[in-house]
């Protein structure tokens, strides 16, 4: 509550409502990113991203170089996959996931003797690059939002017919406890960042791109002013340190006052937001023509012995990182992710994948694992006051225990909801309304998908509606 009352009248913009959490963040934001050793065997899905997943253009037993493509997107929303490791393919088959279904992944068994070098490279002048190039460029590399969205950057930089980006806005906020991955990215990899900007204002064809940073990381905002040229039209805004600040319709409304249509994207008011972290990506790897095969990962949490901020080759199981920094005892839950968002796994097989940002392992004793006792809710008001987007969260809880799933949808707008989990959180009834919105929609999503079965026996839909899997973190 302190916490809360300073940052009320620190000056700095913000959105209505949101949350406090305690934020940990002391564990790893002074450790600078080191490079973390590869596995003996890397899991790459090919569905990394929203869209379609890739499709592979490798076989079993085939030898590939680290960066080599090694599946192609499979449409205008969609990916390829690069190899993030010099070996050879072991397998094509499922591999287990967070969210729990299997998914079809490569296993690339590494070659430890080799240099890993990324041999599969090409020098190009982005400033010499049109537009349209650099989109084409931005999905040949595999971008996607790293912040946790996993929507392909590419497609964002194109937005349908009749809308004008004016302006690019750029993830710095990282709100989610534990997580520093992006601001030791904004400290150390600064020249790629702004690279990155510059070409998504080429890209869209924006007038100039402002850097949202959370004022818990102020050192952030004086270094990026300090090193960012005077003739760039990009600028620096502290925002308050509140959660769920990172969720692009939060950060547009801060840092522009504008509103987000319901049902709307940020295009609609002129705006594209990407994640700090895909932006430096972008810079990094578009002039050397390169694909994303690892990223930056905090790795965190009352159960690890050696905290800090990780270059992690995309596909390295949890269980190798978590061996890597050393755990203090027993693990009682490993989330992907930060604790408010993120996934809990039911495997430590599950690999690193291009959107986990963090893998926070807590103590079989930490209070949030405890069984707590659920009981009704007693009409206070805490979860209306704490919803970002201004949804009634008791009234949507009790359609869910009524299972009037449609009603939550039709009436009272849960397709709206982007589990920020605020509402649970400051629930003194400890109701799981997240939970309970997740399989909501998750109902509905099956029951719509049931129906244009039934309506289109043949179903080969070419157009990917990012609405109904729309996150925060970009």
């Keep these: 509550m302190q916490k809360g009352l300073v940052r009320l009248f620190n000056g700095h913009k913000t959105f209505d409502h949101g949350i406090y959490p305690i934020e940990h963040k002391e564990l790893t934001a002074h450790k600078p990113i080191r490079r973390m050793p590869f596995a003996d065997e890397l899991v790459i899905p090919l569905q990394q991203h929203k869209g379609r997943p890739a499709i592979p253009l490798v076989k079993v037993g085939q030898e590939v170089v680290r960066g080599e493509p090694i599946a192609v997107a499979d449409h205008f929303v969609s990916v390829p996959m690069h190899a993030p490791a010099t070996g050879v393919i072991r397998a094509i088959g499922l591999a287990p996931t967070a969210e729990g279904p299997k998914t079809q992944a490569i296993y690339l068994k590494v070659y430890h003797a080799a240099s890993q070098e990324v041999l599969y490279d090409l020098e190009r002048d982005p400033?010499?690059?049109?537009?349209?190039?650099?989109?084409?460029?931005?999905?040949?590399?595999?971008?996607?939002?790293?912040?946790?969205g996993a929507f392909p950057s590419h497609v964002k930089m194109k937005p349908a017919a009749g809308h004008v980006i004016e302006t690019v806005l750029v993830n710095g906020c990282e709100c989610e406890p534990y997580l520093t991955c992006d601001h030791r990215i904004m400290l150390e990899q600064t020249d790629a960042l702004v690279r990155g900007i510059m070409m998504a204002i080429k890209a869209t064809r924006a007038e100039r791109a402002i850097i949202g940073v959370e004022d818990n990381k102020l050192d952030a905002v004086a270094h990026l002013r300090a090193r960012l040229p005077k003739d760039l039209p990009i600028s620096v805004e502290a925002v308050q340190s509140k959660y769920p600040q990172g969720a692009e319709k939060m950060l547009i409304k801060a840092l522009l006052g504008r509103e987000v249509p319901v049902g709307g994207l940020p295009a609609d008011v002129g705006v594209a937001v990407f994640n700090v972290g895909t932006l430096a990506q972008m810079g990094d790897?578009?002039?050397?023509?390169?694909?994303?095969?690892?990223?930056?990962?905090t790795v965190s949490g009352?159960?690890?012995?050696?905290p800090g901020n990780f270059l992690v080759p995309i596909g390295t199981p949890v269980r190798f990182l978590l061996e890597q920094v050393g755990l203090k005892g027993p693990v009682g839950e490993v989330i992907l992710g930060g604790p408010m968002m993120g996934m809990a796994v039911s495997s430590l097989d599950v690999p690193v994948t291009k959107p986990v940002s963090g893998v926070?392992?807590?103590?079989?004793?930490?209070?949030?694992?405890g069984q707590r006792q659920v009981y009704p809710c007693i009409k206070c008001g805490e979860c209306l006051n704490?919803?970002?987007?201004?949804?009634?969260?008791?009234?949507?809880?009790?359609l869910a225990v009524a299972r009037e799933y449609e009603s939550m949808a039709g009436e009272y707008n849960l397709d709206q909801c982007f589990e920020c989990g605020c509402c649970?959180?400051?629930?003194?009834?400890?109701?799981?309304?997240?939970?309970?919105?997740?399989?909501?929609?998750?109902?509905?999503?099956?029951?719509a998908a049931r129906h244009y079965d039934a309506r289109h026996p043949d179903p080969h839909p070419h157009h990917y509606d990012r609405h109904k899997d729309n996150k925060t973190h970009h």
């Design 285 to 297: 790897l578009l002039p050397k023509t390169r694909g994303l095969i690892e990223r930056v990962v």
């Design 386 to 398: 704490a919803c970002p987007i201004s949804l009634n969260p008791s009234m949507l809880g009790e």
């Design 360 to 369: 926070v392992a807590l103590e079989p004793e930490h209070p949030d694992l």
């Design 127 to 148: 400033e010499r690059m049109t537009g349209q190039e650099i989109i084409e460029a931005v999905q040949d590399a595999g971008l996607v939002g790293l912040g946790g």
């Design 302 to 306: 009352p159960a690890v012995k050696n």
């Design 424 to 447: 649970a959180y400051v629930c003194p009834s400890n109701i799981p309304l997240t939970q309970y919105f997740r399989i909501a929609k998750s109902i509905n999503r099956d029951a």
